[in-house]
């Protein structure tokens, strides 16, 4: 059974914010001045649900990558006595053998975000291993609080691994990722998997993963008002999830905050990479030294100057092909 730390980091001294990375520093400033790094409050989540103008959600056409993908839409059993569940589903086409897969949980700071959100970039990691990727739709805080969307993460999951045959996916080869909100949501899959004798996860990549619901490392405050998700917006989005008053308290489930697991030992290889000028630094930093200390494998990456997201936004900066590389690289191999 997984148990939990309650105690508090400790208020840390910090110094100035470490600077952006030359070519990032004018893309988050365009980035910062279209939307404040404290945007998020309790009373505006539904505004900012609301598409972002000239950013369109990815299309079935788009994702078949040319006629190299198949893209269907499942709904499969959520969790037991909830609501069913999306999965969408990209399959390479010429597949002869069964498939290494992606199992995605997508971003949005537990708040906005569906599974066509950082599909894209799923992809583009999939394609060059002839992965598939199936991406999940969950619920969202604060209308659903935890559980209600690690609990449909993990049901996907489940749906997956028993149904692999049929979609041409290897089950023992199924790797669980997400970035920032989808990294934590990851996490805490990959943590019920191994606590629940549930499906096999051969490897988990943790993208900038939101892990710590008190929201008090040194690079969280170092980092507030700065960047495109602050200290005060990651606020929001803990309390959405964990409900008002229990954000930092002693019931925090680790499931929810994967960073208050106090056993992390018996993970499956992990990689973890995040930027130097991001709130959450401080936090996936000390997870991956926690997964070393159980005696675990992971690969960390702190790329520097990079802001949250960099790779999205500036997928054509030497550092994000730098980061892109990195995750290629680490998937080939765990397919080895």
């Known amino acids: 059974m997984t148990t939990h730390i309650t105690h508090p980091s400790g208020a840390q001294p910090v110094g100035p914010p470490p600077p952006f990375d030359p070519e990032l520093a004018p893309v988050v400033e ?25 950013v369109e ?61 950082g599909l894209v970039e799923m992809i583009d990691l999939a394609e060059p291993l002839g992965m598939a990727v199936v991406s999940v739709e969950y619920r969202l805080a604060p209308e659903t609080p ?3 969307p690690v609990a449909d993460c993990y049901a996907g999951l489940v749906w997956t691994s028993a149904h692999a045959a049929e979609l041409n996916i290897d089950p023992r080869r199924i790797v669980v990722a997400g970035a920032s909100a989808g990294g934590g949501l990851t996490a805490g899959v990959t943590l019920m ?23 008090d490392t040194p690079s969280a405050r170092q ?10 917006s990651n606020e929001t989005g803990w309390n959405a999830l964990l409900g008002d008053g229990v954000r930092g308290g002693p019931d925090v489930s680790p499931y929810a905050a ?26 996936d930093v000390a997870y991956a030294s926690r997964i070393w200390q159980a005696g675990g494998r992971v690969e960390l990456h702190v790329w520097p100057g990079g802001f949250h997201g960099f790779d999205v936004v500036a997928p054509d900066a030497a550092i994000s092909r730098d980061a ?6 680490w998937l080939r191999r765990q397919m080895n």
């Open 193 to 215: 998997a191994r606590d629940h004798d549930g499906p096999a996860v051969v490897a988990q990549m943790l993208l900038s993963p939101m892990l710590d619901d008190r929201n």
């Open 30 to 54: 365009m980035l910062s001045s279209l939307r404040a790094p404290d945007a998020y409050r309790p009373d505006n989540i539904a505004e900012m649900r609301a598409p972002i103008p000239g």
């Open 258 to 283: 994967p960073a208050r697991a106090e056993n992390l030992s018996g993970l499956p290889p992990t990689f973890v990479d995040v930027g130097s000028a991001e709130t959450f630094r401080d936090e």
């Open 57 to 117: 959600a990815p299309t079935d056409e788009v994702l078949t990558r040319g006629g190299a993908y198949s893209v269907q839409q499942r709904t499969v059993p959520g969790p037991d006595g909830e609501p069913d569940i999306s999965l969408l589903i990209c399959l390479p086409k010429l597949a002869a053998s069964p498939t290494a897969a992606i199992y995605h949980t997508h971003g949005g700071g537990m708040i906005v975000g569906d599974n066509r959100f």
């Open 223 to 232: 980092m507030r008002g700065l960047g495109i998700w602050d200290r005060s």
């Open 146 to 148: 935890h559980p209600g």
């Open 324 to 329: 892109i590389a990195a995750r290629v690289a």
